[in-house]
T-cell receptor, first 119, second 111 residues
Framework: NAGVTQTPKFRVLKTGQSMTLLCAQDMNHEYMYWYRQDPGMGLRLIHY???????AKGEVPDGYNVSRLKKQNFLLGLESAAPSQTSVYFCASSSRPLGGTFTNTGELFFGEGSRLTVL | RKEVEQDPGPFNVPEGATVAFNCTYS??????FFWYRQDCRKEPKLLMS???SGNEDGRFTAQLNRASQYISLLIRDSKLSDSATYLCVVNPTGGYQKVTFGIGTKLQVIP
């Protein structure tokens, strides 16, 4: 009954270090998303994928890269971490695309979140 | 004006009370609307969709007012377990993949 799993759950980095967040889903969903959540702001979309081998930029993509080599996995990379990237990162998946009308929009299933602190 | 605006609260209400939250959106072309619930330090989870005709799920009622561009969530007979942050989610353009989240309204139900 795993759903969406994120690793690691917590990480502290120094400015300039790199790291990768892994998201794995076992629901066979086509669509996967990375969001960040900061105090006083709604969740913001970083990157998303509409299927294996595809990625696209979201609202705040700068400083991040992603890959979707396997349908069940969506990786978020920080090449050179900055204090502004201190945040809680959520991965999500959906069986259908978001948006459109009520009858065809997807539901987001989120992972438990990864808390990243950049010093 | 922000695409989606919510009063962050907190709303402190006694058990058994009825409480309502509103969420305003700026784009009149918005097509779909949702309420997600997020417990403290947990992930968001879908609570309910908001249909044009309104919808009800037990103690929860969601309404859409297109003329005034807001959605609402009404919780009747509040339980301690309802304490959480309620996120308003809007698809602002009718397009795909990019929905907008509000900052959330925090509800604290007090014994």
């Amino acid at each position: 009954n795993a759903g969406v799993t994120q690793t690691p759950k917590f990480r502290v980095l120094k400015t300039g270090q790199s790291m990768t967040l892994l998201c794995a889903q076992d629901m066979n969903h086509e669509y996967m998303y990375w969001y960040r959540q900061d105090p006083g702001m709604g969740l913001r979309l970083i990157h998303y994928s509409v299927g294996e081998g595809t990625t696209a930029k979201g609202e705040v993509p700068d400083g991040y890269n992603v890959s979707r080599l396997k349908k069940q996995n969506f990786l978020l990379g920080l090449e050179s971490a900055a204090p502004s990237q201190t945040s809680v990162y959520f991965c999500a998946s959906s069986s259908r695309p978001l948006g459109g009308t009520f009858t065809n929009t997807g539901e987001l299933f989120f992972g438990e979140g990864s808390r990243l602190t950049v010093l | 004006r922000k695409e989606v605006e919510q009063d962050p609260g907190p709303f402190n209400v006694p058990e058994g009370a009825t409480v309502a939250f509103n969420c305003t959106y700026s784009n009149s072309a918005s097509q779909s609307f949702f309420w997600y619930r997020q417990d403290c330090r947990k992930e968001p989870k879908l609570l309910m969709s908001v249909y044009s005709s309104g919808n009800e799920d037990g103690r929860f009622t969601a309404q859409l007012n297109r003329a005034s561009q807001y959605i609402s969530l009404l919780i009747r007979d509040s339980k301690l377990s309802d304490s959480a942050t309620y996120l308003c989610v809007v698809n602002p353009t009718g397009g795909y993949q990019k929905v907008t989240f509000g900052i959330g309204t925090k509800l604290q139900v007090i014994p």
